[in-house]
């Protein structure tokens, strides 16, 4: 498969996020790029990924489609020209490094959120994309399975998926640590600015499901609600609510909204424990609420280290993480090079079985069946030989990366199809 897998990239790290979101694709317009490239291209082993970070697709083909496939990308996202985004795309052509460059965006190790652990996830869901529609051969197959097995060993091996390395995953993750002594918890978010939203995004993938969503504009807590199957409240009832909820987060700002000690005091002696998280700068969470018997505030430097130390710690396994990855990539290219093989080693074998078979067609006439049979056991183990030391030869070279020679000459000397054979090498 040398030379046929391929990737086009554009992601966080070369694209500002207006280009990003010119080119984000949700899981319909996934699915009928996936579709589009099936019908107007020759690539199989299709992959289509997008998320707010990147939007990715590889393929293997012969030849390079990259700008046939921006150009579906723009008709999918409704404009023609291709101008203005084809150059925020990296076109990776080389096998080995679409590969690994898969590897490393599926372990989270190309992620903003070093080792974010919902990627793995999106990959999932895209891999079976491809495979309901019919464009993940076993080359695309076996390469995911590589890769979900590198992630467990990660997992289990290393410290890169430990801990939140990000604000809004450390919220979720601190909640989850202050209400587990509480039945159905009460989470209020108070404001949906980025960090508020990515909170709320975080929530979908705890067990915390009691989520209320309250915002001045109430349309846009309304809409992510509906994103992250919270409730949306009205702004009016914002006291209501910090008073009926058992977590309190806060991401408004301090000088447009906030919660004072003899507010929270108005509302009477607490029945339990009240947490509340404040997410905002200038901060919007008095500090001296703490004073009150049963309330505990945290702050987003609170939250910030925990992330920091995460992140180290995930940082710090990143070589780790790359030595797994590298393995699995080895052991990966050495099963593609064998699959390159596998049809010109079985048209050996074919045809050196067609000339035994001629031959023993053509003498063995007047023979009766008992001596018919030695001769088809003895002419059989003498084929055997025959082919097991070239065979042999032919894997050691593809250990070595030097098949292609002997598959020239192969094809050469028994007249093999080298159409067949030779086109896996281009």
């Known amino acids: 498969m040398q030379n046929q897998f391929k990737a086009i990239t554009l992601s966080y790290k070369h694209a500002p996020i207006a280009i990003r979101e ?3 694709l949700n899981e319909a317009a996934c699915k009928n790029l996936l579709q589009n490239i099936q019908a107007f291209t020759q690539a199989t082993d299709v992959l289509v990924l997008s998320t707010c970070n990147r939007t ?12 046939e496939i921006i150009k579906l990308i723009a008709i999918e996202k409704g404009f ?50 491809s495979a309901d529609a019919g464009l993940a051969g076993p080359f695309l197959h076996r ?25 809004s995953y450390a919220t979720v993750e601190l909640v989850e640590e202050l209400t587990k002594e509480i039945e159905a918890p009460r989470v209020l978010m108070i404001g949906v600015g980025d960090i508020g939203a990515n909170v709320c995004r975080n929530f979908q993938k705890s067990s915390l499901n009691n989520i209320i969503i309250i915002n001045r504009t109430f349309r846009k807590a309304a809409d992510l609600a509906q994103e ?58 008095d ?34 993480v790359k030595n797994i990855a590298d393995q699995s990539i080895s052991d990966f290219l050495d099963w593609a090079q064998k699959l390159i093989i596998s049809p010109a080693i079985q048209q050996f074998k074919n045809k050196l079985e067609q000339i035994r078979q001629q031959e023993i067609a053509r003498h063995l006439k007047n023979i009766n069946d008992q001596e018919k049979e030695l001769v088809e056991v003895l002419t059989k183990n003498i084929l055997q030989k025959i082919i097991k030391l070239p065979v042999l030869e032919l894997k050691a070279a593809c250990q070595r990366g030097e098949s292609e020679t002997l598959l020239e000459g192969l094809s050469t000397l028994f007249k093999l199809e080298p159409e067949a054979v030779m086109e896996k090498l281009k």
Not at 149 to 165: L, M, P, S
Not at 290 to 319: M, S
Request: charged fraction near 25%.
């Open 287 to 320: 500090n001296s609420i703490e004073t009150i018997q049963g309330a505990c505030v945290y702050n987003i430097d609170n939250i910030r280290n925990r992330a920091t130390e995460a992140l180290e710690k995930r940082i710090a396994a990143i070589p780790e």
């Open 143 to 167: 390469l995911m399975h590589a890769i979900f097995y590198t992630n467990k060993r990660v997992v289990n091996e290393t410290a890169f998926k430990d801990g939140a390395a990000s604000v």
């Open 228 to 285: 992250s199957n919270a409730v949306a409240v009205p702004w009016e009832q914002v006291w209501e609510e910090i008073e009926k909820a058992d977590v309190v987060i806060s991401s408004v700002p301090g000088d447009a909204f906030f919660i004072s000690r003899e507010k929270i005091e108005t509302m009477g002696r607490l029945e339990h424990n009240k947490f509340f998280i404040d997410l905002s700068m200038p901060r919007s969470i």
């Open 80 to 129: 023609i020209a291709t101008k203005h985004i084809k150059p925020f795309f990296r076109n990776i052509t080389d096998t080995e490094e679409a590969i690994k460059h898969l590897f490393h965006v599926s372990l989270g190790l190309e992620s903003q959120v070093v080792g974010d652990m919902q990627i793995m996830n999106q990959v999932k869901n895209v891999y079976q994309w």
């Open 22 to 24: 010119a080119v984000a």
């Open 56 to 67: 990715e697709i590889y393929y293997v083909a012969g030849q390079d489609y990259s700008a």
